[in-house]
Nanobody
Framework: QLQLVESGGGLVQPGGSLRLACAAS????????IAWFRQAPGKEREGVSC????????SYADSVKGRFTISRDNAKNTIYLQMNSLKPDDTGVYYC??????????????????WGKGTLVTVSS
């Protein structure tokens, strides 16, 4: 059964940290790029980070570089997003999604062929 399930969201104060997980089933990570997207209220869904299924290379949005780290555990078929130094602007629903591996080149919402349901991250004091 093909499935992507996000977890780890919640309420955190500015400057805090969260670790999101995307558990994949029904396919092997080595064949797909997995990307994290987020959508804040009233805004377009935007790419946050991506990890290549081909070689494990990563890509980050400028707004999260130096604060977020994407990683994968192939044995667990799980992708993680470690989020540090969180800001209120990081608030939104975070989704993981997949596409056929392309070294995370130009990943956009329309390029992804399967999505999880999302997990809400709220950064507020």
């Amino acid at each position: 059964q093909l499935q992507l399930v996000e977890s780890g969201g919640g309420l955190v104060q500015p400057g805090g940290s969260l670790r999101l997980a995307c558990a994949a089933s029904g396919f092997t990570l080595t064949f797909y790029d997995i990307a994290w997207f987020r959508q804040a209220p009233g805004k377009e869904r935007e790419g946050v980070s991506c990890i290549s299924g081909t070689d494990g290379s990563t890509s980050y949005a400028d707004s999260v570089k130096g604060r977020f780290t994407i990683s994968r555990d192939n044995a667990k078929n799980t992708i993680y997003l470690q989020m540090n130094s969180l800001k209120p602007d990081d608030t939104g629903v975070y989704y993981c999604a997949r596409r056929v591996g392309s070294y995370c080149s130009g990943y956009r919402p329309g390029d992804m062929n399967y999505w999880g349901k999302g997990t809400l991250v709220t950064v507020s004091s």
